[in-house]
Protein backbone atom coordinates (compact mmCIF):
# COMPACT_ATOMS: atom_id res chain seq x y z
CA UNK A 1 0.00 0.00 0.00
CA UNK A 2 1.25 3.56 -0.94
CA UNK A 3 -0.05 7.13 -0.18
CA UNK A 4 1.91 9.81 -1.92
CA UNK A 5 0.99 13.24 -0.56
CA UNK A 6 1.43 16.34 -3.03
CA UNK A 7 0.05 20.14 -3.16
CA UNK A 8 1.75 21.67 0.17
CA UNK A 9 3.13 25.21 -0.64
CA UNK A 10 4.19 28.71 0.77
CA UNK A 11 0.66 30.56 1.04
CA UNK A 12 -0.50 34.15 2.96
CA UNK A 13 -3.19 34.20 5.10
CA UNK A 14 -6.84 33.92 3.71
CA UNK A 15 -5.55 32.05 0.85
CA UNK A 16 -6.26 28.40 0.13
CA UNK A 17 -4.58 25.57 -0.79
CA UNK A 18 -5.50 22.07 -2.23
CA UNK A 19 -3.93 18.76 -0.88
CA UNK A 20 -4.21 15.51 -2.93
CA UNK A 21 -3.57 11.74 -1.41
CA UNK A 22 -2.85 9.52 -4.10
CA UNK A 23 -3.51 5.84 -2.65
CA UNK A 24 -2.55 2.66 -4.42
CA UNK A 25 -1.55 -0.87 -3.39
CA UNK A 26 -5.17 -2.35 -2.47
CA UNK A 27 -8.69 -1.66 -2.61
CA UNK A 28 -9.80 1.16 -0.21
CA UNK A 29 -13.87 0.60 -0.06
CA UNK A 30 -13.88 -0.51 3.51
CA UNK A 31 -11.57 1.79 4.76
CA UNK A 32 -11.33 5.95 5.99
CA UNK A 33 -8.77 8.68 4.51
CA UNK A 34 -7.58 10.97 6.94
CA UNK A 35 -5.82 13.92 7.19
CA UNK A 36 -3.37 14.55 10.03
CA UNK A 37 -0.88 17.47 10.74
CA UNK A 38 1.88 18.27 12.92
CA UNK A 39 3.74 21.40 13.83
CA UNK A 40 7.26 21.72 14.60
CA UNK A 41 7.59 20.74 18.34
CA UNK A 42 3.83 19.60 18.83
CA UNK A 43 2.11 16.07 18.27
CA UNK A 44 0.72 15.07 15.42
CA UNK A 45 -3.40 16.40 15.56
CA UNK A 46 -6.75 14.97 13.59
CA UNK A 47 -7.46 17.65 11.09
CA UNK A 48 -10.11 14.73 9.11
CA UNK A 49 -11.61 12.17 7.91
CA UNK A 50 -13.82 10.78 5.04
CA UNK A 51 -15.03 7.04 4.94
CA UNK A 52 -13.94 5.60 1.23
CA UNK A 53 -17.22 4.13 0.70
CA UNK A 54 -20.15 6.31 1.59
CA UNK A 55 -18.47 10.02 1.37
CA UNK A 56 -19.30 10.61 5.30
CA UNK A 57 -16.67 13.38 6.69
CA UNK A 58 -15.48 14.93 9.93
CA UNK A 59 -13.49 17.79 11.11
CA UNK A 60 -11.38 19.04 13.86
CA UNK A 61 -12.95 21.57 15.62
CA UNK A 62 -10.08 24.12 14.32
CA UNK A 63 -10.93 23.92 10.86
CA UNK A 64 -14.43 23.21 10.59
CA UNK A 65 -16.29 25.08 7.64
CA UNK A 66 -12.66 26.08 6.27
CA UNK A 67 -11.65 23.06 5.21
CA UNK A 68 -13.05 20.14 3.41
CA UNK A 69 -12.07 16.33 2.79
CA UNK A 70 -13.52 14.60 -0.36
CA UNK A 71 -12.53 11.78 -2.42
CA UNK A 72 -12.57 10.63 -6.04
CA UNK A 73 -12.86 7.19 -6.36
CA UNK A 74 -12.34 6.50 -9.85
CA UNK A 75 -9.12 8.12 -9.20
CA UNK A 76 -8.14 6.39 -5.83
CA UNK A 77 -7.11 10.15 -4.74
CA UNK A 78 -8.53 11.87 -1.67
CA UNK A 79 -8.58 15.64 -1.42
CA UNK A 80 -8.35 18.20 1.18
CA UNK A 81 -9.45 22.25 0.38
CA UNK A 82 -7.96 24.57 2.59
CA UNK A 83 -9.84 27.73 2.51
CA UNK A 84 -9.14 30.47 5.10
CA UNK A 85 -5.99 29.51 5.74
CA UNK A 86 -4.08 31.48 9.06
CA UNK A 87 -0.62 30.76 10.15
CA UNK A 88 -1.58 28.19 12.85
CA UNK A 89 -2.69 26.31 9.85
CA UNK A 90 1.02 25.89 9.36
CA UNK A 91 2.11 22.42 9.68
CA UNK A 92 3.53 18.93 7.55
CA UNK A 93 0.12 17.55 6.58
CA UNK A 94 0.02 13.81 6.30
CA UNK A 95 -2.67 11.63 4.57
CA UNK A 96 -3.19 8.05 6.25
CA UNK A 97 -5.04 5.03 5.40
CA UNK A 98 -7.45 2.87 8.59
CA UNK A 99 -10.39 1.96 10.47
CA UNK A 100 -11.10 5.63 10.87
CA UNK A 101 -11.99 7.99 13.20
CA UNK A 102 -9.27 10.96 15.10
CA UNK A 103 -6.75 8.84 16.75
CA UNK A 104 -3.41 8.06 14.77
CA UNK A 105 -3.33 4.62 16.00
CA UNK A 106 -6.03 3.95 13.80
CA UNK A 107 -4.58 4.76 10.55
CA UNK A 108 -2.09 1.76 9.31
CA UNK A 109 -0.90 3.43 6.12
CA UNK A 110 0.65 6.81 6.03
CA UNK A 111 1.68 9.06 3.33
CA UNK A 112 5.02 11.11 3.29
CA UNK A 113 3.48 14.36 4.16
CA UNK A 114 3.66 17.87 2.13
CA UNK A 115 4.74 20.99 3.92
CA UNK A 116 1.76 23.95 4.21
CA UNK A 117 3.26 27.18 5.46
CA UNK A 118 1.11 30.45 6.00
CA UNK A 119 2.57 33.55 6.16
CA UNK A 120 0.77 36.50 8.13
Known amino acids: VQLQASGGGLVQAGYSLRLSCAAS????????MAWFRQAPGKEREFVAYIWWSTGRTYYADSVKGRFTISRDNAENTAFLQMNSLKPEDTAVYYC??????????????WGQGTQVTVSS
Open 25 to 32: GRAFGSYA
Open 96 to 109: AAGRGGSVRGSYAY
